[in-house]
């Protein structure tokens, strides 16, 4: 027989510490091996579960590899046209002013198609949680180029990397974003260590819990890898992500309760 | 002083087999499995019974694969 190294004698209710929240469903998450929308997801749904407010939330799913987050997250959603999230969030909240609502959005989403709805939502200060998944690259399509792209970073449309004479500078639309006076919680974070991944909860839980203050977008980066669209696997997409990601896209909050965080 | 342990569960038809939880456990609990799942990944294993219930591997799990169990003894 094969040593199996269980000890089931510990395995009773009072011990258990960790389990998949019942605010994901069932269903088998559509994203490679290693993904970080996969984790990014469970942080989100974890936090929903914690604060209680699994029948009182509606998040608004993106074009992108987490189009499908409907399926995943066990509360009410809508799935935006490419790019339109914060605009929808801005109606469902407006009209239901009483739910906690978020956007989950990639970068292509976001800062590409996405770039004037999520300034002027931001601008405006509506009242909602944005999660922007940012792996420097469209995952959904193939691996294309996109404004998050890194200097020199290889994509399908920029085989030899992104050479920014030709093809322009990266986009820091979280710097960007922070800037606005509509912005209350601007923070960037990532969920490729246990560390970090408890880090990026705390951030995801403030984001939630300033919607109950009424001040405006908190904003919540991922850095993330996209394991396909790098074309590595996944341990060595995350050492890359720490690699080149981190230094242009530096961790941290920048900006808390309104203020810019110096 | 009390001793820790801990057991995880891996739910094996859901691992992708990342490996992305080999590199977070501190107490090299896991390692991926020479057979392949009804989908054809590799999955995680535990290869010795170090476990102390930290929880590390089932944070980082991109698919929520991991239960964890703590206890003292
Ligand atoms: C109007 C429109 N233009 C283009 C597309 C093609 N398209 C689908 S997803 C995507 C980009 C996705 O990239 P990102 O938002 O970074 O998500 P990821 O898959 O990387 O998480 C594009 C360009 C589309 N679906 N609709
Ligand atoms: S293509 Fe990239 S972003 Fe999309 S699921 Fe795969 S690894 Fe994740
Ligand atoms: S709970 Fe901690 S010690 Fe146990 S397998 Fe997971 S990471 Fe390793
Ligand atoms: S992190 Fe999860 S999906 Fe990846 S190998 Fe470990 S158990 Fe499997
Ligand atoms: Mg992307």
Known sequence: ?????????????ENLVYSKTKVLTDNVLSYCPGCGHGTTHRLVAEVIEEMGIQNNTIGVAPVGCSVLAYNFF???M??????R???????????????FVFTYQGDGDLAAIGTAETIHACN???????????????GMTGGQMAPTTLPGMPTSTSPYGRDTQIMGNPL?????????????????QAVHTPAAVRKAKKAIRQAFEN???NKGVSFVEVVSNCNSGWKLPPVKANEWMVNHMFPFYPLGDIKINGEMVK | MAKITGDIVIDIERCKGCEVCTTACPQEVIAMSKEVNSKGY??????????????NCAVVCPDGVITVYRAKV
Do not use: S, W
């Open chain 2, 42 to 55: 590799n999955y995680a294993i535990k290869v010795n019974a170090n476990c102390i219930g930290c929880a």
């Open chain 1, 172 to 188: 820091k639309i979280t710097e960007l974003v922070a800037q606005l006076p509509g912005t209350y919680m601007v923070t960037r």
């Open chain 1, 74 to 76: 066990d509360i009410d």
């Open chain 1, 211 to 213: 919607q109950i203050l």
């Open chain 1, 1 to 13: 027989m094969v040593e199996t190294f269980d000890k089931p004698e510990i395995r009773t209710p």
């Open chain 1, 85 to 99: 999230a914060p605009a929808l969030a801005t109606a469902i909240k407006r009209l239901l002013p009483e739910r």
């Open chain 1, 124 to 138: 405006r200060g509506e009242n909602i949680v944005i999660i922007f998944v940012n792996n420097g690259i469209y």
């Open chain 1, 78 to 83: 809508q799935q935006a046209a490419h790019g």
